[in-house]
């Protein structure tokens, strides 16, 4: 149920774990039907070689890791602001917010919740842009277009690659395949 969730999460916010086995990166979105664009954000932290962590209790070997979760501001109000408020204290250093419709309101409400966490929000649909960045003075959110969850990662291992040079190595790597990927593009038009 919603109240055992939020248990979890208080629960693994009050242990004292190592910091180095806590998820790094936290997904969250509105709604299972949000999947299909939030993927992306799966797809760019694997290749960054980050793995999964979907038991809070048995964190995978790979250092970096990042969770998943299904919130929704309207449907889960309270397992929203559990998340939020837990975000830091259960070892996250930046959680990556998807939302859509007309009212996305999971990642600007999870961006006042967990401050001074970054929250970086992705708009589902192009619809949903104005309500993820439309923000108050004094109350941050860093946000993607719409649909682009990749990139919204990417900015996720960007925070994390100032402290972490593993991470900073593993994003240059993937910038070096991108050229090299659109030199070859390049090439081919010419041949
Ligand atoms: C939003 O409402 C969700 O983020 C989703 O994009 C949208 C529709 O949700 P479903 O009705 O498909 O569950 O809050």
């Known amino acids: 149920s919603v109240q055992d969730l939020i ?8 242990a004292d774990r ?31 070689g980050f793995a999964e962590q979907t038991d ?5 070997e790979e250092r970096f890791t990042y969770e998943s979760y ?11 602001y559990a998340y939020g408020e837990t975000a830091e204290a259960r070892g996250l250093d930046v959680v990556i917010a998807g939302a859509g419709g007309k009212s996305a ?8 919740i967990a401050y001074p966490l970054p929250v970086i929000g992705v708009p589902v649909q ?7 960045i439309g923000m108050p003075t004094g109350a941050p959110i860093v946000a993607v277009d719409a649909g682009k969850s990749f990139n919204a990662a990417l ?7 100032r402290q972490h040079d593993e991470v900073r190595a593993a994003l240059v790597e993937y910038h070096e395949d991108l050229v090299g990927g659109v030199a070859e593009v390049s090439r081919d038009l010419h041949d």
Request: aromatic fraction near 2%; avoid cysteine.
């Open 7 to 14: 248990d979890r999460l208080e629960a693994e916010a009050a």
């Open 18 to 48: 190592d910091p180095e086995t806590t998820p790094d990166v936290g997904i969250i979105m509105g709604s299972d039907s949000d999947l299909d664009v939030m993927s992306g954000a799966y797809d760019a932290l694997e290749e960054l």
């Open 56 to 60: 809070f209790d048995d964190p995978p």
């Open 70 to 80: 299904v919130v929704s501001a309207h449907r889960t109000p309270e397992l929203m």
């Open 105 to 112: 309101d999971l990642p600007n409400m999870t961006a006042s």
């Open 126 to 132: 192009e619809k949903s842009v104005d309500s993820v």
């Open 155 to 161: 900015s996720a291992a960007q925070v994390l690659a």
